[in-house]
C-alpha cells in the first residue's frame, strides 16, 4: 500500500509578496542565479516536503523517485519587449526573420534557465540528489493524477523504495496571465497564484522498515478523459474539496498542478481535516477525484 510520509507548500498569496528563499537548500549557491521563481517553488517544497519525512538528510539516489507537473512557461514583459520591438518589421508587423535573426538575440541569457519548464525537476534532483526514475508532464491541474499512478507503479515494481510527486505553477506574471486572459472561458488574473506543492510516497512497509511517521494515504482515486473538440471553447475548470462528498466547497484560486499536493499539505500540516477529498473537471478534458485520510 502507498503511504504519504512528507509534504510540503508554498503558496505566494499576493502579488508582490516576497517569495520563498531557496538558499538554504542549494548545494552551489551559485546556481541561484539559474532559477526563476518555478525553481524556487520546486526546491522549497521539496525541501519541506524531504524534512518532513525524516529524508532530508539521507542519501537518496537512484532509490527515489521524482514525479513532478509544471505549469505555464512564466514570462515578465520587460523580457518580452526587447525582444518584440527587435522582430519588428517596416511594416509594424511581427517578422519571424528579424525574431530569427536579431530579436532573440535581446533576450537576457539567463532568462530561458529561469524559464524553460523542466529546470524545476533538474533543481530538485540537483539538491537533493535524486537519482532515479522520474516523470515531468505538463501544465494541467489533472496531470497530478498521472503521476500518482506512475510513481505507485514504480513503488510497487520496486524500482524506487521513495517518490516525490507533486507540481509547481508560476502563474502571475505577463506570459501566464495574457494566456488566461485570452481563453474562453478566461480565468481572471485575481485567481491566479503561485504555488509549488510535494509529497512524500513510500510503500506502507518500508516506511515502516526505516522506521517513518505514516502521514495518512489515499484510500480511492479515479482518473477518467472526456474527449471535446479542441476548435471550440475549453471547458470551464471546476475543482472542489472538502472532507466528504456531501460537504464540498468549489476551489476559487487557481494552483494549477499544485492544487492537490497543496490542499493535502496544508490541510495536514495544519490541522485542519484528517479526511481530504478532492474531485477535478479541467478545462483539458480530464476528470479526476480521490479520497484521502490522515493517520
Not at 538558499?23 to 521539496?46: E, H, I, W
Not at 495574457?178 to 509549488?196: M, N, T
Not at 490542499?263 to 480530464?286: F, K, M
Request: with cysteine.
Amino acid at each position: 500500500m502507498m503511504v504519504v510520509t512528507g509534504f510540503g507548500h508554498v503558496l505566494i498569496e499576493e502579488e508582490g509578496e516576497p517569495g520563498c528563499d531557496p538558499r538554504p537548500f542549494l548545494k552551489q549557491r551559485k546556481n541561484r542565479k539559474y532559477m526563476g521563481t518555478q525553481d524556487d517553488l520546486a526546491v522549497v517544497s521539496a525541501g519541506m516536503a524531504l524534512a518532513s519525512a525524516g529524508l532530508v538528510e539521507s542519501d537518496l539516489g537512484d532509490r527515489a523517485g521524482l514525479y513532478l507537473s509544471v505549469g505555464h512557461i512564466p514570462f515578465e514583459r520587460c523580457d518580452v519587449d526587447p525582444v518584440l520591438a527587435a522582430s519588428i518589421d517596416d511594416e509594424g508587423e511581427f517578422s519571424l526573420r528579424r525574431f530569427a535573426d536579431e530579436g532573440h538575440r535581446r533576450a537576457h541569457p539567463l532568462t530561458a534557465f529561469r524559464c524553460l519548464p523542466n529546470m524545476p525537476a533538474f533543481h530538485i534532483s540537483a539538491n537533493f540528489d535524486l537519482r532515479g526514475s522520474y516523470m515531468v508532464s505538463y501544465p494541467g491541474a489533472g496531470q497530478v493524477y498521472a503521476l500518482l499512478d506512475e510513481a505507485e507503479a514504480a513503488l510497487r515494481e520496486g524500482r524506487v523504495d521513495v517518490a516525490l510527486v507533486g507540481g509547481v505553477a508560476c502563474q502571475r506574471n505577463f506570459l501566464v496571465e495574457h494566456h488566461f486572459r485570452r481563453i474562453r472561458p478566461a480565468v481572471a488574473p485575481e485567481r491566479l497564484r503561485d504555488a509549488g506543492a510535494l509529497l512524500v510516497l513510500e510503500t506502507q512497509a518500508h516506511a515502516k522498515a526505516r522506521g517513518a511517521r505514516i502521514r495518512g494515504r489515499c484510500v480511492r482515486r479515479s482518473l477518467e478523459y472526456r474527449a471535446f473538440d479542441a476548435r471550440e471553447a475549453l471547458f470551464e475548470q471546476v475543482e472542489e474539496l472538502g472532507s466528504d462528498a456531501t460537504h464540498m466547497r468549489r476551489l476559487e484560486l487557481s494552483l494549477g498542478p499544485a492544487s492537490l499536493p497543496w490542499a493535502l499539505s496544508s490541510s495536514w500540516g495544519e490541522g485542519r481535516a484528517a479526511r481530504v477529498v478532492h474531485r477535478l473537471e479541467s478545462r483539458d478534458g480530464v476528470l479526476a477525484e480521490s479520497v484521502w485520510v490522515s493517520a
